[in-house]
């Protein structure tokens, strides 16, 4: 999530990376014991991507579940797909490119920079319901979780409360799985985020994975 356009040039490196992360071979999650390593996919932005960190690879919320399945004894492999900047319109975008190889479980964490950037919510809505079609389209037993986001209170009463409706409203539409908020008890805490106050720490993205562990955990089939 970035509160203002970023040069596209950290973008294209983001992609080129995100390319590499799909196109190798990725280290599953846990050595694959019972049979092959089945795929989660984690579709961000910055606040997936682990923007900040000192090693997003290891310390993003997403790198964080890999470690818990690893742990399990689950062969899962995990899939950072998460790209600074990136909006829902990004991501329709990038979909079907993204879900070449196969997917189990697809996780949708975008929309908070439509948010910051004053995009109608009904807008974000509409590419978030294209990015689930799509993905069933391609994968049809795909399992879809959407992360919820809200928007500090500063942007306007009516903006703010139509864009938190976006997320619950799209997951019951669809039938997806839901993370109420992916930023909660992590957003306005100081503690939990880097110097701009927007992106989580280390410790934050902890949070993170603590508070998508729940909604993730029964579409695993652990």
Known sequence: MNSTARPRRPLLRGA???????????TPAAT?????ARTVVFLGDSLTAGYGLADPASEAYPALIAD????????WKVVNA???GDTTAGGLRRIDWTLRAPVDVLVVALGANDGLRGVDPAVTAANLRGIIERARARHPAVRILVAGMQLPPELGA?????????????????????????????????????????????????????TVWPHLEPLLDL
Do not use: C
């Open 16 to 26: 080129f990376l995100l390319a590499l992360a799909l196109l190798a071979p990725a």
């Open 158 to 210: 009516a903006h703010t409360a139509a864009f938190a409706r976006v997320f619950p409203d799209v997951a019951a539409a669809t039938g997806a799985a839901l993370v109420p908020f992916l930023l909660a008890g992590v957003g306005g805490e100081p503690a939990l985020n880097l110097g701009d106050r927007i992106h989580p720490n280390a410790a934050g993205h902890a949070v993170m994975a603590a």
């Open 32 to 36: 694959p014991a019972a049979g092959p």
């Open 68 to 75: 818990r399945l690893r742990a399990a004894g689950a062969a």
């Open 82 to 84: 998460g790209i600074s």
